[in-house]
């Protein structure tokens, strides 16, 4: 019995086609008793079925339905249609629009954060964010989380930088010991004589403080160190020597001031 009554119609009643005549039923007998309480101005308007009626009864005047109908006109404006691929240029920068992007690019405005030591404002950089975050259609609170995730990039970088830098200080140290500052030195002397600004950003960006890439300038600091050359004169300045046949357009290497590596 209990089965009974929890499982509804039965399934003789569903097989004779009974349950579904019963629904049926209580359906337009439900759409009636609506249009019957529906008021004399739902029961006025043209061109409306039961149905339609029935689901205008709840509006009792005219102005009921007047002010409903402007507050959906409020909430559909201030829904967004997400352009499809055919959208044009027009109907991207109004949806764009929309959801809060600026004018142009410069309407955005970007906090004054953090920098790591080593890590500088560039007037450059923050102008291509905003270019970024206009071309991605970002509102202002977007461009400000675009520039604060480059900026803790740039911050994270820079930590690992001076991280490698201190660990290769510190293993020189106990590998040159004593002669520590001089290799040093030589390694910023031979970047002054023959790298430019573009090598010393360059070095600085990492490779600068990689222990090889330091050993190595300073091998080439010692072989090319003033204190392996000689400056001199030569008994006569007529006769050819090697300097002056490897090396005839150079005045440090023919003549009575010619400079000469020590053997």
């Not at 270019?131 to 740039?154: T, V």
């Amino acid at each position: 019995m209990a089965e009974g009554d929890q499982g509804g119609t039965s399934l003789a009643a569903e097989a004779s086609g009974n349950g579904a005549a019963s629904a049926t039923g209580n359906q337009s007998s439900t759409e009636s008793q609506a249009s019957t309480q529906a008021s004399e101005f739902v029961l006025k308007l043209d061109s409306f079925d039961e149905k339609d009626r029935g689901r205008l009864a709840k509006f009792k005047t005219g102005n009921d339905l007047a002010k409903s109908y402007l507050s959906l006109e409020t909430k559909l404006g201030a829904t967004v249609t997400i352009p499809g691929k055919d959208a044009t240029d027009e109907e991207k920068a109004a949806f764009y629009k929309r959801l809060g992007r600026p004018e142009s690019k410069d309407g955005y405005v970007l906090d004054n954060l953090f920098l790591a030591d080593g890590v500088t404002k560039d007037s450059e950089t923050e102008n291509r964010i905003r270019e970024m975050a206009y071309d991605l259609g970002l509102n202002q609170e977007g461009a400000r989380k675009l520039h604060k995730d480059f900026i803790n990039l740039a911050n994270r970088g820079m930590a690992m930088i001076t991280e490698m830098k201190e660990k290769a200080r510190d293993g020189l140290r106990k590998e040159w010991a004593g002669d520590y500052d001089r290799n040093m030195a030589m390694i910023g002397t031979v970047l002054r004589k023959f790298g430019d600004a573009q090598t010393i950003q360059y070095m600085n960006a990492g490779p600068g403080n990689d222990p090889v890439m330091l050993k190595l300038l300073a091998r080439f600091g010692k072989a090319i160190s003033p204190d392996t050359l000689e400056t001199g004169t030569i008994p006569s300045a007529d006769g050819e020597d090697d300097g002056s046949k490897l090396f005839p357009k150079s005045p440090q290497m023919t003549g009575v001031n010619r400079t000469r590596r020590i053997s």
